[in-house]
């Protein structure tokens, strides 16, 4: 067998239907399908079990332990030469493996990775999300597909990799958030090949809402520091931007602002916006690349927050376990939101 698809699953059986169905109509059909559920109270074995005729399904009821042992877990029973990693809140093209087999043959690697995209059927609030994650106003682009980098470091919600290079490497670490990105760089340091495939894209659904999502990426920012420790080097200009953001905001709201207002005999409202105009023109830009790509002013609208959201939270992870490392250099950075991330 050639690839084996691992999916750790939380109570979604609604979400594994929809990715099991986007597997189901896949004209390649040289994979398996392993579900790991970890310790759910709402199982998908009922799902599973209605795609048992159409899919080679495997399903597995372990214990919570987090994503990361649960594909561990997955990958220890997978028969398939690859591992692809998926979350439950993705859904893959027609086509998906074809780009994968494609690509493949026209350069062999170790591991590769995917970008993601909104679904039609996707919230408002999830389209935003999405923008927030893949835009060249927020991530640089390096999440949406962007191929001129010098290297690509796969995420866990779209992840191909051999079979016994997983194994080499141990499989994923016992952290809880960053993981995806600590395996992609071991896979590095451990010598392998590992590049992006554009083509290989998802529709991730990211099951959150505003609040979550400002869980998420403060996990991130922290996790951030935490990988900066395990693999000195790995922080780069790049992953000190949201932090700047953050405290640039800060700066126009706390200081420019009633400096304006202090010193100068401007209308409040005119110092306001002149304080602010940074700001207020990269809102603009967001609201008016998002409404395009997404023919929704609406949409346009959350993307602004979504974008501020995940700046904002990544940056105050970031400081926070960046301060925290500075007064305990010994210990490890703290892990804010762990246990009610998916609530």
Same mark, same amino acid.
């Given at each position: 067998?050639k690839?084996?698809?691992?999916v750790?699953v939380?109570?979604?059986?609604?979400?594994?239907?929809e990715? +099991?169905?986007?597997?189901r109509q896949q004209s390649?059909?040289?994979?398996?399908? +392993?579900?790991?559920?970890?310790g759910?109270? %709402?199982?998908c074995?009922?799902?599973?079990d209605?795609?048992?005729?159409?899919l080679?399904?495997?399903?597995?009821f372990?214990?919570?332990s987090?994503? =990361?042992p649960s594909?561990?877990?997955?990958?220890r029973r997978?028969e398939?030469?690859?591992? @692809?990693?998926l979350?439950?809140?993705?859904?893959?093209? #027609?086509?998906y493996f074809?780009?994968?087999?494609?690509s493949?043959?026209?350069?062999?690697c170790d591991a590769f990775? =995917?970008?993601?995209?909104a679904h039609?059927s996707?919230t408002p609030v999830?389209k935003a999300i999405n923008? !927030? &994650?893949?835009?060249?106003?927020?991530t640089g682009?390096?999440r949406?597909?962007?191929?001129?980098m010098?290297?690509f470091? #796969?995420?866990?919600?779209?992840l191909?990799?051999?079979?016994d290079?997983?194994?080499a490497l141990?499989?994923f670490?016992? &952290?809880?958030?960053?993981?995806?990105?600590d395996l992609?760089?071991?896979?590095?340091e451990?010598?392998?090949?590992?590049?992006?495939?554009p083509?290989a894209?998802v529709?991730h659904k990211r099951r959150?809402n505003l609040k979550?999502f400002?869980k998420?990426?403060?996990?991130?920012?922290i996790?951030?520091?935490?990988?900066?420790?395990?693999h000195?080097?790995?922080l780069k %200009?790049?992953? +000190?931007l949201?932090? !700047?953001f953050?405290?640039?905001?800060?700066?126009?709201l706390?200081?420019?602002?009633?400096?304006l207002?202090i010193?100068?005999?401007?209308?409040?409202w005119?110092s306001?916006?002149?304080g602010?105009s940074?700001l207020l023109?990269?809102?603009?830009?967001?609201w008016?690349?998002?409404a395009i790509k997404?023919?929704?002013?609406? @949409?346009?609208? %959350?993307?602004i927050?979504?974008?501020?959201?995940?700046?904002t939270?990544y =940056?105050?992870?970031f400081?926070?376990?960046g301060?925290h490392?500075l007064?305990?250099?010994?210990?490890?950075?703290?892990q804010?939101?762990r246990?009610?991330?998916?609530?």
């Amino acid at each position: 067998m050639k690839y084996s698809v691992i999916v750790p699953v939380y109570n979604r059986p609604d979400e594994v239907k929809e990715l +099991l169905e986007s597997l189901r109509q896949q004209s390649f059909r040289d994979f398996e399908v +392993l579900l790991v559920e970890d310790g759910s109270s %709402l199982p998908c074995k009922e799902v599973a079990d209605s795609f048992g005729a159409a899919l080679d399904i495997k399903y597995f009821f372990k214990e919570n332990s987090g994503p =990361g042992p649960s594909r561990n877990y997955g990958a220890r029973r997978a028969e398939g030469r690859w591992l @692809i990693i998926l979350d439950s809140d993705v859904m893959v093209p #027609p086509g998906y493996f074809e780009s994968i087999e494609a690509s493949l043959a026209q350069e062999d690697c170790d591991a590769f990775g =995917g970008p993601d995209r909104a679904h039609a059927s996707f919230t408002p609030v999830q389209k935003a999300i999405n923008y !927030a &994650m893949t835009s060249f106003f927020t991530t640089g682009g390096i999440r949406g597909g962007k191929v001129k980098m010098d290297k690509f470091f #796969p995420r866990s919600f779209n992840l191909g990799i051999k079979a016994d290079v997983f194994e080499a490497l141990g499989g994923f670490s016992a &952290m809880r958030f960053g993981e995806d990105i600590d395996l992609s760089m071991r896979i590095f340091e451990g010598g392998y090949r590992c590049r992006l495939i554009p083509d290989a894209w998802v529709w991730h659904k990211r099951r959150t809402n505003l609040k979550r999502f400002f869980k998420q990426v403060h996990n991130s920012g922290i996790a951030r520091i935490n990988l900066s420790r395990l693999h000195p080097g790995s922080l780069k %200009l790049v992953h +000190l931007l949201p932090a !700047a953001f953050t405290v640039g905001t800060i700066g126009l709201l706390c200081i420019l602002v009633p400096l304006l207002l202090i010193f100068t005999h401007l209308p409040w409202w005119a110092s306001v916006i002149i304080g602010l105009s940074p700001l207020l023109l990269w809102s603009l830009a967001i609201w008016a690349d998002s409404a395009i790509k997404n023919r929704s002013p609406r @949409i346009g609208l %959350l993307s602004i927050a979504a974008s501020f959201i995940q700046l904002t939270g990544y =940056g105050t992870g970031f400081l926070r376990a960046g301060w925290h490392l500075l007064l305990h250099r010994h210990t490890q950075a703290p892990q804010a939101f762990r246990d009610n991330f998916y609530k």
